[in-house]
């Protein structure tokens, strides 16, 4: 049996600070606490990658009429529209994409009954036409 390798943390334990100005080829305070890890821009698209690894599987299975019909289709779906003082809740998106059937955080933490501007309607509406 192969003995594992362990990550050793290659975050500094004590800062670098020197007074001199902050150039890319030296490493001050601010580049070492504002570290960026590398999962979180992959987190950050990892629902974009699903939907390009997704397109790619359909398209060699199908051919290129699949891929391009869902693409139509959820441009579409994007398109609709409602009053500008209504919060969409991008219900045929999230059909088409197969993410109705999932429970996430912004299920329950986006609601629009928790944000905390509500505008009044009329108002909206008046200023969005030119009426004011």
């Given amino acids: 049996m192969e003995t594992s390798i362990k990550v050793q943390p290659t975050a500094n334990t004590v800062l670098d600070a020197s007074p001199s100005a902050a150039v890319p080829g030296k490493s001050n305070c601010l580049m070492q606490v504002a570290h960026i890890h590398r999962l979180q821009d ?26 391009l019909k869902m693409g139509m289709e959820l441009h579409a779906a994007r398109q609709v529209g409602r009053l500008p003082f209504l919060q969409s809740s991008h219900m045929m998106e999230d059909v088409l994409l197969g993410r109705d059937e999932m429970i996430g955080f912004q299920d329950f933490l986006g609601v629009p009954e928790n944000f905390e501007f509500i505008r009044q309607p009329h108002v909206v509406m008046e200023k969005s036409l030119g009426i004011f």
């Fill in 42 to 67: 992959s987190e950050a698209n990892y629902e974009t990658h699903q939907y390009n690894l997704h397109m790619q599987m359909l398209r060699n299975r199908e051919g290129l009429n699949a891929p």
